[in-house]
């Protein structure tokens, strides 16, 4: 059976993914990359792209992204700009459930494009506030090329925004894959984050076996859905 490890920073991200693909793959997860140091070799590499960084990082550190952040990350103050994050996606969908090709489609197109640039730059904001960049992943897929030479890499992020593909591409990501979105519904984070993958399983597991095979027909310019089953 086909090998995948996926590596990422958060716990119920680790737990979600493993009880979902264990079974038709074998799945190997870790929050840090020291983990993998004595798992078989796998046949596709699968890292999360933000990571947290360091607020201050000496030379001599271990410059593992995964494992190494402050604890006294600002949450706090991006609380207000996280809202209006959630209100500018809100008024986007509201804006899409009432579109009116017939009479001012081209207007209320436009007007999700403004404000879906303006929710990117308030994500921006936040993910910087946080001090989560795409720099930690970047670092990681270097290090994982260079100990795994040959094994298809790919980013698997729920934050990649459009900007960050070019990144990835340059590295040697194979894919850019985005998490399907967290199920509305579940008492806990990883239960709507394994239901949000349950819906694109069949999808996924296509996608990863196409990368394994070394077809790239999942690359696009910019980073890849997984559709959910009919």
Known sequence: ????????????????????????????????????????SPNLILLDLYF???HERGSGENLDPTREWSSDAPVRRVLPQATRVKRATDAIRETLRKFDA??????????????????????????QELNE??????RVIQAMQAK???????????????????????????????KPPLSPFGPTKSVRARDGWLAVKNNAIEIFNDLMDGHKSTWLSAATRFRVAP
Do not use: Y
């Open 102 to 127: 017939a009479n001012e489609g081209v207007d209320q197109m436009a007007e999700v494009a403004d404000l879906r640039q303006h929710a990117e730059d308030l994500l921006d904001n936040v993910l």
């Open 52 to 54: 947290r960084e360091p």
């Open 1 to 40: 059976m086909r090998r995948i490890w996926f590596l990422d920073d958060s716990d119920f991200e680790v737990e979600a993914f493993r009880e979902v693909f264990d079974g038709s793959f074998v799945v190997h997860t870790a929050l840090d990359a020291r983990e993998f140091h004595e798992t078989p």
């Open 148 to 178: 795994h030479h040959g094994i298809p890499v790919a980013f698997l992020s729920r934050k990649c925004q459009r900007e960050d593909v070019d990144q990835c591409r340059s590295a040697g990501a194979i894919a850019v894959l985005l």
């Open 133 to 138: 960049r795409p720099a930690g992943g970047l």
